[in-house]
Protein backbone atom coordinates (compact mmCIF):
# COMPACT_ATOMS: atom_id res chain seq x y z
CA UNK A 1 0.00 0.00 0.00
CA UNK A 2 2.85 2.25 0.83
CA UNK A 3 4.51 2.40 -2.78
CA UNK A 4 0.79 2.98 -4.02
CA UNK A 5 0.25 6.09 -2.51
CA UNK A 6 4.09 6.92 -2.81
CA UNK A 7 3.64 6.53 -6.73
CA UNK A 8 -0.09 8.24 -7.04
CA UNK A 9 1.19 10.95 -4.52
CA UNK A 10 4.21 11.66 -7.27
CA UNK A 11 1.60 11.80 -10.15
CA UNK A 12 -0.54 14.30 -8.43
CA UNK A 13 1.37 16.94 -8.73
CA UNK A 14 1.82 19.30 -12.24
CA UNK A 15 5.01 19.93 -12.01
CA UNK A 16 5.81 16.37 -11.87
CA UNK A 17 3.77 15.32 -14.43
CA UNK A 18 5.78 17.42 -16.93
CA UNK A 19 9.05 16.02 -15.43
CA UNK A 20 7.78 12.85 -16.45
CA UNK A 21 6.89 14.34 -19.99
CA UNK A 22 9.76 15.87 -20.57
CA UNK A 23 12.20 12.99 -19.30
CA UNK A 24 9.78 10.95 -22.06
CA UNK A 25 12.05 13.13 -24.60
CA UNK A 26 15.93 11.77 -23.42
CA UNK A 27 17.78 12.32 -20.25
CA UNK A 28 17.64 15.48 -18.45
CA UNK A 29 20.17 17.13 -15.88
CA UNK A 30 18.63 19.15 -12.87
CA UNK A 31 19.46 22.21 -14.99
CA UNK A 32 18.05 21.23 -17.92
CA UNK A 33 14.82 20.83 -16.16
CA UNK A 34 15.37 23.90 -13.79
CA UNK A 35 15.75 25.64 -17.03
CA UNK A 36 12.49 24.50 -18.94
CA UNK A 37 10.16 24.92 -16.11
CA UNK A 38 11.78 28.13 -15.23
CA UNK A 39 12.19 27.20 -11.63
CA UNK A 40 14.54 26.76 -8.67
CA UNK A 41 17.24 24.45 -8.07
CA UNK A 42 15.86 23.37 -4.95
CA UNK A 43 12.04 22.99 -5.94
CA UNK A 44 13.60 20.99 -9.28
CA UNK A 45 15.47 18.64 -7.25
CA UNK A 46 12.85 18.20 -4.17
CA UNK A 47 10.62 17.31 -7.44
CA UNK A 48 12.92 14.36 -8.61
CA UNK A 49 13.72 13.22 -5.15
CA UNK A 50 9.81 12.41 -4.91
CA UNK A 51 9.71 11.19 -8.31
CA UNK A 52 12.40 8.81 -8.13
CA UNK A 53 10.89 7.71 -4.30
CA UNK A 54 8.27 6.80 -5.88
CA UNK A 55 9.96 4.69 -8.73
CA UNK A 56 9.23 6.78 -11.72
CA UNK A 57 12.33 7.97 -12.20
CA UNK A 58 16.38 6.31 -12.53
CA UNK A 59 19.30 8.96 -12.07
CA UNK A 60 23.09 8.12 -13.34
CA UNK A 61 26.02 10.06 -12.50
CA UNK A 62 27.14 11.77 -16.60
CA UNK A 63 30.80 13.74 -15.32
CA UNK A 64 29.57 16.94 -13.67
CA UNK A 65 26.01 15.89 -13.56
CA UNK A 66 23.46 13.92 -13.24
CA UNK A 67 21.12 12.40 -15.73
CA UNK A 68 17.35 11.67 -14.53
CA UNK A 69 15.46 9.22 -16.80
CA UNK A 70 12.21 6.86 -16.99
CA UNK A 71 13.32 3.62 -15.52
CA UNK A 72 14.34 1.25 -18.34
CA UNK A 73 12.67 -1.69 -16.16
CA UNK A 74 9.75 0.01 -13.90
CA UNK A 75 9.91 -1.43 -10.40
CA UNK A 76 6.38 -2.89 -10.13
CA UNK A 77 3.41 -3.48 -12.81
CA UNK A 78 1.22 -0.79 -10.94
CA UNK A 79 4.62 1.39 -11.97
CA UNK A 80 4.85 -0.18 -15.68
CA UNK A 81 0.99 1.12 -15.95
CA UNK A 82 1.67 4.29 -14.63
CA UNK A 83 4.08 5.19 -16.77
CA UNK A 84 2.44 3.72 -19.69
CA UNK A 85 -0.74 6.12 -18.87
CA UNK A 86 1.68 9.33 -18.94
CA UNK A 87 3.35 8.66 -21.59
CA UNK A 88 -0.24 7.96 -23.61
CA UNK A 89 -1.68 11.24 -21.85
CA UNK A 90 -1.68 14.89 -22.07
CA UNK A 91 0.21 15.04 -25.86
CA UNK A 92 -2.05 17.02 -26.41
CA UNK A 93 -1.67 19.73 -23.91
CA UNK A 94 -0.17 22.75 -24.13
CA UNK A 95 2.22 23.48 -21.96
CA UNK A 96 3.44 19.80 -22.38
CA UNK A 97 4.20 20.64 -26.00
CA UNK A 98 6.06 23.90 -25.26
CA UNK A 99 8.06 21.95 -22.59
CA UNK A 100 8.88 19.42 -25.34
CA UNK A 101 9.85 22.24 -27.87
CA UNK A 102 11.99 23.89 -25.30
CA UNK A 103 13.88 20.15 -24.09
CA UNK A 104 14.61 19.80 -28.03
CA UNK A 105 17.43 22.83 -27.86
CA UNK A 106 18.64 22.83 -23.79
CA UNK A 107 21.64 22.51 -23.62
CA UNK A 108 23.64 21.80 -20.11
CA UNK A 109 26.81 23.44 -20.77
CA UNK A 110 25.47 26.61 -22.78
CA UNK A 111 23.43 26.92 -19.19
CA UNK A 112 26.02 26.18 -17.21
CA UNK A 113 28.33 28.76 -19.16
CA UNK A 114 25.53 31.07 -18.79
CA UNK A 115 25.59 31.36 -15.27
Not at 8 to 16: G, N, P, Q, V, W
Amino acid sequence: MKTATKLFKALSDETRLRILKMLEARPLCVCEIQHVLKGSQPNVSHHLKTLSEAGLVDSKKDGLWIDYRLPDKPASPLHATALAFVKKSLEGDPVVKKDRNVVKSVDRIEITLRK
